[in-house]
């Protein structure tokens, strides 16, 4: 068993960096970022948010240049990820880091995040700030994140929106638009040809073929129909 010191040192002692100057700074940043007096438990004894502390401050100690965080808050009830997640972020600003993280939560993207990348089949089709993306989205796949998420503004008993359909095989990916099959603003070209990132504006982009000049607009499609 390793206490939360012998954790957070772990990737200094595997890369044989761990002399005492790297223990003082390591203690530092302990005591910096809330576990200080913790540093002789054992990661059973806190909780799920300090565990996940522990785990930045060992990734920090290695003064990385970008941080992965992969759904790092998906094993946490509601409230302990709202406030982990404000707490990781001020870390990460403190420390002056930049950090790409991966999440199915649209809270905790809008929470965080600056720039925001949305992804489906394995491919960004909209990209822009966060803003643009919550604001003033164009890709349909967005348009129905969004849809599917509830407002704390609704005054109805409305069933959330429900995205038909299931995503591609990606074993052997469509050549045309992946999200063609479920999209419901899909026009002919849509199955054909696959669309190139189109720029909305020098911030916000996306990989749909209703942002090409000649597209008619959604709303002359209609829901569920083709031309």
């Excluded at 808050?73 to 404000?86: G, K, M, P």
């Excluded at 600056?114 to 909209?126: K, L, T």
């Excluded at 591609?168 to 669309?195: Q, S």
Aim: charged residues 20%.
């Amino acid at each position: 068993w390793r206490t939360i010191f012998s954790n957070v040192s772990l990737g200094l002692e595997i890369q044989k960096r761990l002399d005492e100057p790297a223990k003082h700074e390591l203690q530092a940043m302990i005591n910096t970022y809330g576990l200080g007096g913790f540093e002789n438990a054992y990661p059973s004894e806190l909780s799920g948010g300090m565990r996940q502390r522990a785990a930045l401050i060992r990734t920090l100690a290695l003064k990385p240049e970008l941080l992965l965080l992969d759904e790092p808050f998906s094993a946490l009830d509601y409230q302990t990820r709202l406030s982990v997640c404000d707490d990781i972020s001020s870390i990460i600003r403190r420390a002056h880091k930049t950090a790409i993280l991966v999440t199915h939560d649209l809270g905790i993207a809008a929470e965080v995040g600056d720039r925001i990348q949305v992804m489906y089949a394995g491919e960004i089709i909209e990209t822009g700030t966060k803003s643009e993306i919550f604001k003033k989205a164009v890709h349909p796949y967005t348009w129905a994140l969004m849809k599917s998420v509830p407002s704390a503004q609704s005054q109805t008993e409305e069933k959330l929106y429900s995205l038909k359909g299931t995503p591609p095989d990606l074993i052997a990916p469509p050549k045309a638009c992946a999200f063609a099959p479920r999209c419901e603003y899909c026009m002919g070209i849509c199955r054909r040809l696959h669309p190139v990132m189109a720029a909305e504006s020098e911030s916000h982009s996306a990989g749909c073929w209703l942002m090409h000049p000649d597209a008619p607009k959604p709303e002359q499609l209609g829901k569920g129909g083709t031309i």
